[in-house]
């Protein structure tokens, strides 16, 4: 059974599966928002009349797209849950969760560890990763773009799908096929998943647009998913069942907060002594909750101060120890 190598970092719960020094696959969690798999008594704040579908209320204030709901659910009733999908952000807002109504025990939000070992996978907590290419895949998310030999991959996440362009300077057909390997590892490394749409290079004989169907097919074996064939302009569309935000939707549609957290746990990672000083632009400034700095302090049993930078980009605030 393949093992994923989980951190439990302050406000976000980060799993990678390596072969070698390079991840696979990857995922990340920031706990403290509905989860698939929790079961939780909620409030049924709104129905559609005529419709199996409404809104309902968690006991955190979070409201969740609730479907399947029997004849009886009325608003203002409570109604106990089952989450089946986490909010997905989006640029401007955000997707709510989706619930529907169960009859199973109470089960409290599940982490990323217990939701990994869920889907099949052994898992084992680590205090940091193994030297490997997590960095790279992180600047590669915020980036959104993936280079592969003769041509890149540009990855943006959109409210109806997320859309991948592949441009590169070989003729159509071999770059269409030279981006098969690299778009099928970018989708585990990215854990994406629901409506995604591919942008090849326009390929007018048939047999050359079979060919990378099937390539597409046999580099996608081991993940469920639906796909259509590849059309006349170069498009195909993928369709895989949706948990929770990728790598790529955390760090595009929140860069601060996902830098915020990156910085946290770079700050976990300072060996020397000292007070942990943590320079970062003044938008992940204020992403840093206070109850954020605080746990870092009691983890590291240190003082903990920021200072901000607005020259500095975005991604690229440090940790360091100082002494007075």
Sequence with gaps: MAECLVEEGIAEHRAILLDGAVVVRAWIDWPGALAEGQVEDALLISRTAGSHRGTARFASGEEALVDRLPRDASEGAPIRLEVTRAALPERGR????????????????????????????????????????WDELWHEAADGVVAFSGGAL????????????????????????????ALARAIG????????????????????????????????????HERTAMNGFGFVQIAARLRRPSLLHRIQLDPAGAAARRLLRQAERVDEPGELLLTCHPAVEAALRPEWRESLARRTGRPVRVATDPGLAMMAGFAQAVTS
């Design 94 to 133: 955000a997707k709510l969760a989706q619930a529907r109504p169960s009859s199973a025990p109470l089960r409290p939000r599940p982490s990323l560890a217990e939701a990994l070992r869920g889907q099949g996978f052994a898992t084992r907590t680590v205090r940091r990763f193994p030297d490997c290419d």
């Design 189 to 224: 490394r990215f854990d994406l998943a629901g409506n995604i749409g591919i942008d090849f290079p326009t390929l007018e004989a048939k047999a050359d647009r079979k060919a990378v169907d099937s390539a597409l097919g046999e580099a996608l074996d081991h993940w469920p």
């Design 154 to 181: 540009t990855f943006s996440p959109t409210p109806a799908m997320t859309v991948i362009d592949i441009d590169g300077d070989l003729p159509p057909r071999e770059l269409a096929l030279a981006a098969v390997p």
